[in-house]
């Protein structure tokens, strides 16, 4: 992928101008964000992780190449999201842990969201107490939880019980995912969750197909 | 630890862990006790792979190993597998022992000052990305209700103009046809039916103004109006002269009055009301209205006060409704619903203050700076 390589390159040389630019020129060719995120952001962003393994990129560079794509796709996301009414189905996505890298979901709640979903994007460190009382009070559809590393599997597992124990009148559906369930689907169900992706295109998918039958 | 290996590194050894671990079989064969009071437990012996987490830094290792020929002298980021407060990565050097089979792995001392400076940064990133997301959602949804509203502006002036436009047609033909009998069989007719087609003229000519007034209303604060630098004193005294007001109303304007920029015509507006309605309701001699400006930083307030009859408590709120009169015969019952809309519209406020018997104070809270709108369209 010719794009996803050049955007790497402004990461790796820690060029947001770069990256701005690269991501501009997409949307201006017609490029959707979908594209935009899984082909170009989501392939650079796994590279940067092999980099950080191959001892290429230390974990200054990691985060700096994290902080300028969250800034790029925000601007994207600016760019083409529209407002439209009846925004149902809703999901509520949030980290169990403290990583505060999570573009996955980020990416999961946007690209749901210019489907005509109603995401609340909660980020990192979400308290589950916190997280539990927004379920009851929005009765989503959907929650989609993350931990990536797997000392934090408990907490997810403590997530899930709390989310299900929960005052709703319908259970919403749990999408587990990260880099320490790595779409392992019988680890996510030993968890309690639902479903599991691997990345967040194919939790796009999943959700879109779950969802769409209940609910259009 | 070993005493035979000499530390590679100018390093304090008692402060930093060291490991010296074997490239043959991945053994640790020596610490410096440090690594161990890390991860909580004893390293020697150990093959150095399993105490690291594998998904992050295995392959870190076998990258040092292969690395031995260019010993390039980088650093090392690794992560040892436990509880979470080792999953920082933490910084090494590799040296290999010349002709043994052997790497010494030392932490790098690390600024923690640094370290914790930008932990604080990227979480302020990661929260101002979700802020920021949250911010694009909500202004997409308010420029959607602003052109919703816009719409149901459109629709709501283009309702007020059919509705007054087809209401007026037929009552100018009431209109028309009490005067065609008036004038056909009028002074045929007897006083009493006589007088009820005065009364059918001119409760249409009422109804026709109510109508007039009703479409002013609905219009208010949608009518594009430009502002200009106007002095106020000067509009009043050009509103006194046009109400004209009988020679045994005195009206006092105090000096000086504020030169201001403002939208002119519903300034005009809410004071010819204000004004007209205080001559209206006048004490039967000596009535004097005083009108009167205070700074109030951000806005003028200007008080129409008169030693009128007053206004008893329990009308003062409904005062401000649309078609509410104390005289239902010569007042459409619009002037004061008007007035309170331009001023909303306009971002200032509108209060009244009476004890019955003493007078009214009408107090206008108006904006020192116009509304956007009228200045973009300058």
Partial sequence: MIESGQFLDALVRGDRRAADRLVDGLLDRGEGLEHVYLEVVQPAMSEVGRLWQEN???????????????AVMGRAFERVYRWHDSRTPSLIAACVDEERHQM?????????????????????????????????????????????????????RAAIEAIRGSKVATQPLIIAGGRALAGDAALASRLGADLTAKDAGEAVEMLRSRVSRAHR | MNAELAPPLVVDLNAWPGIVVSVTDDRIVASNGLLEKLIGGAVIGRAITDLLDPESSRRKWERIVADRASDSGRGWELVFRGGSSLLEPRTFSASFDSGSDTVWLVEHPMDKRVAAMSGQMEALNSELSTTQRALVKEQARLAAALKD?????????????????????????????AELIESEVGNDLPEEPRSYLARVAALSLKMRRMIDAVLEYARIGRLSSSAEVADSGQVLRELIDFLAPPSDVQIELSQPMPVFEMERVPFEQVFRNLLSNAIKYRRAEDARIRVSVADENLNWRFV????????????????????HTSRPGDSTGIGLALVKRIVDSQGGQVFVESTPGNGARFSVVWPKTPRAAARVSR
């Fill in chain 1, 56 to 70: 290429e990129l230390t974990v200054a560079e990691e985060h700096l190449a994290t902080a300028i794509t969250q």
């Fill in chain 1, 104 to 156: 996955g979901l980020r990416m999961l709640c946007d690209l749901l969201e210019l489907d005509g979903w109603d995401t609340s994007y909660l980020g990192a460190s979400v308290p589950i107490e916190a997280l539990v009382s927004m379920v009851e009070k929005r009765e989503p559809e959907a929650v989609a939880l993350s931990a990536t590393i797997s000392p934090h599997l408990p907490r997810l």
């Fill in chain 2, 149 to 177: 509203l816009e719409r149901s502006n459109a629709a709501l002036d283009e309702f007020a103009h059919a509705a007054s436009h087809d209401l007026k047609a037929p009552l100018r033909a009431i209109i028309d046809y």
């Fill in chain 2, 304 to 323: 129409v006060a008169d030693n009128g009859p007053g206004i008893p408590a329990s009308q003062q709120q409904r005062i401000w409704g649309l078609f």
